[in-house]
């Protein structure tokens, strides 16, 4: 069902992410072996498989499910990941620049510093779990869902966000400078906390609560002085 806008006349609808719908096949173990730059891994089940410091560039991850899998320094750039389930995964610096995520779940991730930046993610669900200094500059999420998770200072600059929902997620310090947001419904962070990028909120809907705490960034992006009668 179409929700209403907070402002500006509350007449403009609120079109709704699309969730992605993974079932996986029976996979197969993984046999353990280094991750190959270019290689394929179709229905495979990687369980608390150490990946840390691999080379998987421009690899295919296809109906996968990785199960507490260790991602420090995971170099990942242009891989596609898709029709896939990424439970539990934890790690610092793993590189995903210019991957392609479509129709994948990430569930209770721990994860830092981790490169996004002009990927693509499509139909995607990012569910429980803290990911700090999420680096999703000049990337575009279509149909994603950030629920129940906490974002750390993440940065959208210049990323494009086409129906992308904020549910029960914290969002604290993100940057949001020079992107451009279609049917972004932030409502349901809490906090929703924006170091940079006010002026680029056209195209999202907040809560009037959070209008309320977004007053004097907006005052100062305006110019206007707030003071109180002598």
């Given at each position: ?33 280094e991750l190959e730059p270019d290689g394929d891994y179709d229905g495979l089940e990687f369980r ?49 620049a210019g991957a392609t995520l479509r129709d994948v779940e990430l569930v209770g991730a721990r ?90 909120l056209a195209g999202a809907v907040i809560s009037p609560a959070q209008l309320l705490d977004l ?16």
């Open positions: 069902m179409a929700r209403r806008a907070a402002g500006g006349g509350g007449t403009a609808a609120v079109r709704a992410a699309r969730r992605p719908q993974v079932r996986l096949p029976a996979l197969e173990p993984y046999d353990g072996g608390e498989t150490d990946l840390a410091g691999q080379d998987g560039a421009g690899a295919r991850f296809l109906d996968c499910a990785l199960t507490a899998c260790a991602l420090d320094g995971t170099s990942l750039p242009r891989a596609r990941l898709l029709d896939s389930v990424l439970t539990g995964v934890r790690g610092v610096g793993t590189d995903l994860l830092g510093g981790t490169q996004l930046h002009g990927a693509v993610l499509e139909r995607v669900l990012v569910r429980g779990g803290k990911i700090d200094f999420l680096n999703l500059r000049r990337a575009r999420l279509k149909d994603v869902v950030f629920e129940g998770c906490v974002l750390v200072e993440p940065d959208f600059g210049g990323a494009r966000l086409e129906r992308v929902a904020f549910v029960d997620c914290a969002l604290k310090g993100a940057d949001l400078g020079a992107a451009a947001l279609t049917d972004v419904d932030l409502r349901g962070a809490a906090p929703l906390e924006l170091a940079r990028g006010v002026d680029r007053a004097p960034v907006l005052a100062a992006e305006l110019g206007v002085r707030v003071l109180a009668e002598e």
